[in-house]
């Protein structure tokens, strides 16, 4: 296992990941999921329902992309070896905080998220 960083890396590392997952989903994977989706259905739907489709695909892939570091924090191999009450719980929980980053990033931008 890797060591933990000592106190002032420990604290630069938390930002940097908190700063480089907010630019990465919010910025760049929710945006772009919203003019995809906004090219493909913008005749069919309204631009709110297309903001909502955009933020739910970007929270599920927020909470998706947490489950690598549970894997390898209790030392499972594989994604089988997963309990799924332990798949649910992070989905949910991650997918709720991306939910709201994403409502308030397409409200108020980037910083507001």
């Given at each position: 296992m890797l060591p933990h960083p000592r106190f002032p890396?420990?604290?630069?590392?938390?930002?940097?990941?908190?700063?480089?997952?907010?630019?990465?989903?919010?910025l760049f994977f929710l945006s772009f999921w919203a003019f995809i989706l906004g090219c493909i259905l913008k005749r069919i739907l309204s631009q709110g329902i297309i903001s909502w489709m955009a933020i739910a695909i970007a929270a599920v892939a927020f909470g998706a992309m947490h489950?690598?570091?549970?894997?390898?924090?209790y030392g499972f191999?594989?994604?089988?070896?997963?309990?799924?009450?332990?798949?649910?719980?992070?989905?949910?929980?991650?997918?709720?905080?991306?939910?709201?980053?994403?409502?308030?990033?397409?409200?108020?931008?980037?910083?507001?998220?």
């Open positions: 890396f420990s604290v630069a590392a938390s930002l940097g990941a908190g700063i480089g997952e907010e630019l990465f989903f919010r489950l690598p570091n549970i894997m390898y924090l191999k594989s994604l089988g070896d997963l309990p799924p009450a332990v798949i649910v719980e992070l989905l949910v929980l991650n997918g709720i905080v991306g939910v709201i980053a994403g409502v308030e990033f397409i409200k108020y931008g980037l910083i507001a998220a």
